[in-house]
């Protein structure tokens, strides 16, 4: 298998207005992921959000609705769901919930304001290990599989 290169950007269409949208970089890759469940985007004429059904590739003419139900049909419903919001805000909460447990029991003589700033450190630094588990364990693997290739921006 030969590696394509990755695109930089692509630009889709939104019906409404008939203007186009070069995206890159972040937002071409969540775009461009079929297993994201993004349901809106931006259209930069329009300078809002519209779901993602009132768009179309430009280069293809293939609405992203569309292209997200082709990409995806073999998915199962177990890959769906770990790659779901649903099961990202869980995974976050429970890191959450952990790391806060655990620095918790170690300043519980502390003053308040020590335990305050422990309790807000902790949350946050278990949402981003939390983050970092749900994509590299979950959300990228998952996609690479389901999609059949090693970065999503490179599926027509
Ligand atoms: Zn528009």
Redesign the pocket.
């Known amino acids: 298998m030969t590696e394509q290169p990755v695109p930089e950007s692509r630009t889709y269409r ?1 019906l ?4 186009e ?1 070069v995206v890159s970089d972040q937002p071409f890759e969540l775009v461009s992921n079929p297993m994201s469940s993004m349901e809106e985007t931006q ?1 930069s ?2 300078n ?1 959000m ?1 779901p993602m059904s009132d768009f179309e590739w430009a280069d293809t003419g293939e609405s992203i609705s569309d292209y997200y139900a082709r990409h995806t049909k073999n998915a199962t419903g177990r890959q769906r769901f770990l790659c779901s919001k649903k099961f990202m805000v869980g995974l976050l909460a429970m890191f959450s919930l952990m790391t806060t447990v655990g620095i918790y029991l170690l300043v519980a003589n502390d003053a308040l304001f020590t335990r305050a700033i422990c309790v807000l450190g902790g949350l946050m630094i278990g949402a981003m290990i939390g983050m970092a588990v749900f994509v590299s364990c979950f959300a990228n693997p998952i996609k690479r599989k389901v999609c059949g290739v090693s970065d999503t921006r490179l599926l027509t």
């Open positions: 939104h409404k207005c008939g203007n949208t259209c004429t329009c809002a519209f």
